[in-house]
């Protein structure tokens, strides 16, 4: 009888043991729970402080020019698409003593402030895909450079992003025939390389489908940062991925200065949601080389700062210095420091209202947000 009247008697005591047990241990978890710089501070392995040599991996689909060049350079790769695609590193310098976004390079000079380029390394197509999976990072970060890009100048352009963003993952350069012929006639020519690189372009985007195919197989958490003309190649492509019934195969997927027809991105941006976690779209309506494709193509570009559903499109003209009273930094604005400094905050998936620089745009106005001067 008395035993089984102090087994009733310990039930209450045994479930307050158990509650002050669990209390205890999600205090204990809350008291050891790291902080956001913490977090961040275990994130950035490199500080990216000082010059640096670093890889930049690439995969390209341009024609060889010469059978064999240990260079990264535009002499070995040209400006049509090859039958088949050539995966490698090039190897570059990066200084510290520079202008950010800056990307002049120079091996005779000062390696504090000048890029050098210092050699490159093909690999097997396999071996390419096990490296990236190799790597402990878990993010990888893709940059699909723009029209009348050469080889080296898309290469640094990749390694300069890495560096600037402190990025701790492998970079992929994604290097379509953009470009033109060395030369001053070609380069006055500027609307016939446009139509030339126009439709190396489209030829790309089945390849670059591969290519990401292949890439959601390394398991990554994948980010996208695509510039002008090379969302011809990427977003067809990733809007067939959600057609086939591939979902959030990207995590961030970050547009720049799309020169991409307005209407046609209207009916592909529901599948552009579908592929990627989040969209951002950094537009100006005073981009100088998007109103120069207007005309050129008849219809206005999604990177003159148009709404879209679910897409956070941030108009930034405000940190868009004029040059001469017109247009601004030349298309190439991904590159500056404020683009940079909110692209940075993108990638550790701060929402878009709540990073630094960023208000909201009226009502009327063709974009949501405005990154401020």
């Given amino acids: ?51 640096k040599s670093l890889a930049v991996n690439f995969i390209t689909t341009r024609r060889e020019k010469i059978s064999a060049n240990p260079s990264c350079d535009s002499n070995f790769y040209g400006f049509l698409t090859d039958v088949q695609t050539h995966f490698g590193q090039c190897f570059i310098s990066v200084p510290a003593k ?61 390694g300069q992003i890495k560096y ?20 001053i006639l070609n380069q006055l020519m500027i609307k016939s390389v446009y139509e030339s690189n126009f439709n190396e372009a489209k030829l790309n985007r089945e390849p670059f489908a591969r290519f990401l195919n292949q890439l959601t197989t390394t398991k990554k958490k994948i ?14 492509a990733l809007a067939r991925e959600s057609t086939n019934g591939k979902k959030k195969i990207i995590d961030q997927l970050i547009l720049n200065a799309p020169d991409f027809d307005k209407a046609e991105f209207a009916k592909i941006s529901p599948a552009l949601v579908d592929v990627a976690n989040r969209v951002t779209l950094y537009c100006s309506p005073g981009d100088n080389a998007l109103v120069a494709s207007q005309k050129v193509n ?37 590159s500056s420091r404020p683009i940079l400094s909110d692209i940075y905050q993108v990638l550790l998936g701060i929402n878009v209202e709540k990073r630094l620089f960023i208000r909201k745009s009226g009502p009327a106005n063709g974009e949501n947000w405005v990154l401020r001067q």
């Fill in 1 to 51: 009888m008395n035993t089984r009247i102090n087994s009733h008697l310990n039930i209450p005591f045994t479930y307050k043991l158990v509650a002050l047990t669990l209390f205890s241990l999600f205090f204990s978890a809350c008291i050891s729970s790291p902080t956001p710089g913490e977090l961040i501070n275990k994130r950035i392995t490199d500080s990216f402080d000082e010059t």
């Fill in 98 to 158: 520079r202008t950010i976004g800056d990307i002049t390079w120079n091996n005779t000079q000062d390696k504090n402030l000048f890029f050098h380029m210092l050699g490159k390394n093909d690999l097997r197509e396999e071996d390419f895909f096990n490296q990236i999976k190799a790597h402990p990072f878990e993010e990888v970060l893709v940059f699909i450079h723009g029209f009348n890009v050469n080889f080296d100048e898309a290469v640094i352009r990749a």
């Fill in 164 to 183: 600037d963003l402190k990025f701790p993952g492998e970079v992929i350069v994604y290097s379509w025939p953009a470009g033109s012929e060395a030369g």
């Fill in 223 to 236: 980010h996208m940062v695509v510039h002008s003309m090379g969302h011809q190649v990427v977003l067809p």
């Fill in 298 to 334: 008849g219809g206005y570009r999604a990177g003159m700062c148009f709404k879209f559903d679910n897409i956070d499109v941030i108009n930034v003209n405000e940190v868009d210095s004029p040059v001469l009273g017109v247009g601004g930094l030349g298309h190439g604005y991904y």
